[in-house]
């Protein structure tokens, strides 16, 4: 039984992870002194900062809420495609956290999450650490870029976009638009499901049309879609491609994107080279990074699996997900989690006043896209628990629209202030 | 024998507030999710009617109008459709009771 030199240092190394974690929230220092009871909420989006919210409302602000958040503002990525199309700028769909703040008492740290001590119940950032007595995780996605060849992070941030989170990204793929030249193509790329907003990715292929029809008439759309069919609203989103833009938007379904080829624009599927002047991969996702820390995702290294009565997770007590990380059968959008943060909050508060969380949850979704500069189509289900399956079932009733309408293409608009309001004042 | 039958009523009392406490939280959770299109508690901002302060009888009987398609809609009738006449009474009593902004 010899022991080997790198025995020793796996050992070691062991060793020094596990003496220096519990260490490093002692040795760093606690950012906001724990004094009552406590939710951290890390991640201001859809998700968490309505979680961040509705807790403090529910509770009549007897729980303190701190939420992490690494951006200064928050962005809107529900209606994002409109500053592709031209209807919109990204800073229409850009509002800060201050109310959140000044409103409702929620104290806002703006930082990165480094690390989860489950055990400890500790969060850390580089600036120190902070501990709760619950923690609602709601990290969004991120991206699995080492799923196409080629592509990676950088790419993504100067030349090959995904923009599937709005901001700098969709403000470059808007400039790389307008400054095709007209007779050019511009190349959409969409993952297998799950992925964020199942119709988003046709709804862009629209908002492109859209722009081209009004600028570039010459132009071509073509839809690169890993998927064997259209995922959502197919038949509103086959009708307003043939009917708005003819000839300009070709489909192509089982076009998985394997690999990219930056400097000439060149995306791979198994059966062919496609050449674009602008190229928009969309990278299958996963559970943002957050979820890693504390080995939330346990479905399929991807998703985190919840109990659907109080969105705890079913890795760790007292740590809740919430949103497009979670894995259930619900659309990842940004209605569904704000639904989801509610169920959560109103359950956080229950456990923590040692109450039973409400045993029948029932939430709702609604989703606008929009297909040319003034109408939209939706899609809108119900869903409730299920105790057999601990699931949540679509209910009666779901649908999408008759037909694309002016009047749909309104209230997206007032959807979108009406969610905003309701997550952010 | 007096006392424990007083004790009794009190008891009584206290459970029908909590269950009371436990309907009133389910019909506000089962609103909640109607705020992204209405508005926190039913006060839209504009575009989709303001729910907040609704008389009861109007609201439970346009969610059945949308549910039996006897009122046309862009999307209630789906909505309608997933919710019990139980749960359109809950809601009902919920925005009913809301300010009005």
Known sequence: MSFSRRDFLKASAAGIAIGAFPGLAFASSE????KGQRVVVVGGGFGGATAAKYIRKWSNNKIEVVLIERNPMFISCPMSNTVLGGGRTIDDLTMSYDELKKKYGIKLIKGEV???DPEKQTVMLASGHLKYDRLIVSPGVDFMYDKVEGLNESVANISITHAWKAGAQTVLLRKQLESMPDGGVFAISIPKGPYRCP????????????????NKPKSKVLVLDANPDIVSKKGLFMAAWKELYPDMVEYRPNALVTKVDVASKIAKTEFDDVKADVLNVIPPMKAGAVADMAGL????GRWCGVDFLTYESKVHKGIHVIGDAVSAALPKSGHMATSQ???CAAAVIELMQGKQPDQ???IANTCYSMVSGNEAVHVANVYRFNAE?????SAEGGGVSAKRSELEGAFAGYWLKNILNDVLL | MIMSRTLLVVFGMLFCAAAQADVDKHARNLAASCSACHGTGGNSEGGMPVLAGLDKVLFVNQMKDFKSGARPATVMHQHAKGYTDEEFELLADFFSAQKRH
């Open chain 1, 31 to 34: 950012l906001i002194k724990k």
């Open chain 1, 114 to 116: 480094t690390a989860i």
């Open chain 1, 199 to 214: 119709p988003g990715p046709y709804e862009r292929a629209c908002q492109v049309a859209h722009y081209f029809k009004e």
């Open chain 1, 297 to 300: 995702a346990n479905v399929d």
């Open chain 1, 341 to 343: 943060a509610k169920v």
């Open chain 1, 360 to 362: 029948n949850p029932t």
């Open chain 1, 389 to 393: 399956k601990q699931a949540m079932i």
